[in-house]
């Protein structure tokens, strides 16, 4: 059973030793524990300080493509060095390594495919009250939208499974956090959470500039996300919101019509008439989504399929070199 802590940087240079010497090498019901660095195109010496903190793996980006490209890039080197379970955690050392234990426990026993650590949002005093507002708010929508129960939503502490790792496709370009909560939730894997501490803050957030941006992003990505995976459902309400107020102007008319007077009412029928069809229109783009959904699923499940028998085809390799071996050693 092997464990890999990945950690994404951008210039982590003087946090990223003190993150990795937290990790804790030793783990009840893992045999090997093992670190992933990803360097998001670093200008700094984050690199070096990876190698000389213990290291065992770094993978490099000419240049900085965010924290959802690295968070699939490290994944997917996870998954090729044969990790059955993966903790991500920040190059910051906002989450504490001594939580790490605790936090895989769900998927050693059976009992869950992603595991998120919640942090104390309440006893967090580098967060503001408003950002201690707007992250309930926030997490309560994805829990309504994924159909999970987590109580952080935006925490990036967290435990995947080597199967979950490979289900779970980012195409969010801002960040995973939220994504992944809303596919595990549609795709029907186990999500459980633990209660985890945090360090004191060490410097600034990188991925927003401001809670506005924040807010703007991550509606985008729920928005988007929700579409991809509840498409009928979510073309059907916007388009009842357009059809049901045209179809009460249409009924609006036909009273006055009926009562004789209805010659003074013609704007009421032509916007009716534009509000009912768009409705419809949105509708018939829902069904069409819905189909292309079906398609989409179809998609994963052989990426997912490629992705087994592409990281098993090393350990078939080793299997194989092990038996010519040991018949050398018998002739």
């Keep these: 059973m092997k464990l890999i802590v990945q950690i994404p940087c951008y210039n982590e240079e003087k946090t990223l030793p003190q993150t990795i010497r937290d990790i804790p090498r030793a783990v009840a019901g893992v045999d090997k524990v093992e670190v992933l660095v990803i360097d998001d195109g670093s200008?700094?010496?984050t690199v070096a300080a990876a190698k000389e903190a213990g290291a065992d793996h770094i993978v490099s980006f000419t240049g900085n493509k965010g924290l959802a490209a690295a968070f699939s890039?490290?994944?997917?080197a996870s998954v090729q060095r044969g990790a059955d379970v993966i903790v991500h955690t920040d190059g910051?050392?906002?989450?504490?390594?001594?939580?790490?234990?605790?936090?895989?426990?769900?998927i050693l026993r059976g009992k869950a495919d992603i595991v998120v650590g919640t942090r104390p949002i309440e006893d967090i005093q580098d967060f503001s009250w408003l950002k201690k507002r707007l992250q309930r708010l926030g997490s309560w929508v994805v829990r309504k939208v994924s159909g999970t129960e987590?109580?952080?939503?935006?925490?990036?502490?967290?435990?995947?499974?080597?199967?979950?790792?490979?289900?779970?496709?980012?195409?969010?370009?801002?960040?995973?956090?939220?994504?992944?909560?809303?596919?595990?939730?549609r795709s029907n894997m186990t999500?459980?959470?633990?209660?985890?501490?945090?360090?004191?803050?060490?410097?600034?957030?990188?991925?927003?500039?401001?809670?506005?941006?924040?807010?703007?992003?991550?509606?985008?990505?729920?928005?988007?996300?929700?579409?991809?995976?509840?498409?009928?459902?979510?073309?059907?309400?916007?388009?009842?919101?357009?059809?049901?107020?045209?179809l009460g102007l249409g009924i609006r008319f036909l009273y006055y019509y009926l009562t004789g007077n209805g010659s003074g009412h013609v704007q009421s029928v032509i916007l009716a008439a534009v509000l009912?069809?768009?409705?419809?229109?949105?509708?018939?783009?829902?069904?069409?989504?819905?189909?292309i959904g079906a398609n989409r699923k179809l998609v994963q499940d052989a990426l997912y399929r490629i992705k087994a028998s592409a990281n098993a085809q090393p350990d078939v390799a080793k299997d194989q070199a092990e038996e010519e071996q040991l018949m050398r050693r018998i002739r």
């Design 43 to 45: 200008s700094d010496g």
């Design 73 to 76: 890039a490290g994944l997917e």
């Design 92 to 106: 910051d050392n906002q989450y504490k390594g001594e939580c790490i234990p605790d936090l895989v426990q769900p």
């Design 150 to 185: 987590i109580a952080d939503a935006t925490s990036g502490f967290r435990a995947y499974s080597r199967q979950a790792a490979m289900r779970l496709n980012v195409v969010s370009d801002f960040t995973y956090t939220l994504e992944t909560l809303i596919q595990a939730g």
């Design 191 to 246: 999500v459980a959470q633990v209660p985890i501490q945090t360090n004191s803050k060490t410097r600034a957030s990188r991925l927003f500039k401001g809670i506005p941006q924040y807010v703007w992003q991550s509606l985008q990505t729920i928005f988007r996300i929700y579409a991809l995976y509840e498409p009928l459902r979510f073309f059907s309400i916007i388009g009842l919101l357009l059809f049901l107020p045209g």
């Design 276 to 291: 009912m069809l768009i409705g419809f229109q949105i509708g018939i783009v829902g069904l069409l989504a819905d189909l």
